[in-house]
């Protein structure tokens, strides 16, 4: 079965960027040279400050947090939505709620759900735009890391501007 999801170059990350889940998908797109975006609130507005501009976002007419999660799930083929318990609640849950009244799919990632599983997933749906959502940091410490470990197995991004070999005679 598919153990790893091939990415190709249509392949984009999006999220809300605040610290944790979000802002560990976008530094994982990056690294992969993989295209990253989504909607963040106006100001760009964080729990730890203001989102940095290498963070290609776009601002929502509103501050609030909710609007941009909508809009992520809208835009997005499916959503991962990462915590470290078995119980979804806070904004994990309404992205869960918002994703279902938009006939979105979407799969909660937690330790223990093999990467395996959200690979199968991506490739089931046929994901180009994938929403990543789910704790903050500071509520769920090491929550980026799982994020980072998770994509890093599922997901295999080509890579990025490899230079072309030149043509032989």
Known sequence: MDEVFLADDGFMVVSGGQSGADRAAL?????????HGGWCPRGRRTEDGVLPQHYLLQET?????LQRTKWNVRDSDATLI???????DGGSK?????ADSLNKPWL?????VHPKYVARFLLRHGVKTLNVAGKRESSAPGIGDLVQQVLSQAVHAP????PQ????P
């Open 159 to 162: 890579p990025a501007d490899t």
């Open 165 to 168: 070999s030149p043509e032989r």
């Open 82 to 88: 990462f915590t470290l318990t078995d119980r979804l």
């Open 108 to 112: 909660h990632v937690r330790p223990g």
């Open 94 to 98: 309404r992205t869960a709620t918002f």
């Open 27 to 35: 530094d994982w797109a990056i690294g992969q040279g993989v295209r």
């Open 61 to 65: 007419p509103s501050a609030s947090y």
